[in-house]
């Protein structure tokens, strides 16, 4: 599997299965209709200090994506954030690891000192160990800040780690 810098050319392969992610609206604070020119302009970073990348087999199949960027500006803009989603059809083979580990080295590298994601849904239970196996750790829990379409209302993890 590579890892490298999303292209234009690369939104038709994303669009899919970004689209269908953020409709089942368990996993996503996106809106469930998100446009598909919306949801371009949301991923698909170009703004200095931000990246997005895909990870692509042998072939070039995109197999999922991530997009990094500080989490806030001015004398809080040393903490970075990201984004992850993955093909469903090819989950389970190591993507999701893969795009986390280049996320956090991408954001070292760029002289940033912390990672911070503000809204991890605490039933999306793979996604939170597998950012612990990572390193993060759960800072605090919204209430009841996401509306899961059959759990209800549930926590959004807010989750850090240094650099």
Request: net charge negative.
């Amino acid at each position: 599997m590579q890892i490298r810098g999303a292209t234009p050319e690369d939104w038709p392969a994303i669009w899919p299965f970004l689209r269908a992610i953020v409709a089942a609206g368990d996993t996503y604070t996106w809106p469930r209709d998100v446009s598909e020119e919306q949801a371009r302009g949301m991923w698909m970073l170009t703004a200095p200090g931000s990246r997005t990348v895909v990870a692509v087999d042998p072939d070039g199949t995109v197999l999922g994506t991530a997009k990094m960027n500080p989490n806030h500006m001015g004398p809080a803009a040393h903490i970075a954030s990201a984004s992850f989603m993955v093909d469903p059809g090819h989950s389970g083979r190591g993507v999701g690891r893969a795009l986390g580990e280049y996320v956090v080295e991408w954001a070292r590298a760029e002289g940033f000192r912390a990672m911070q994601f503000n809204a991890v849904v605490e039933t999306n239970t793979r996604a939170v160990a597998l950012w612990r196996s990572l390193g993060f750790e759960v800072l605090g829990t919204l209430p009841e800040g996401f509306l899961h379409p059959e759990k209800g209302y549930v926590g959004l993890h807010i989750m850090h780690r240094f650099l």
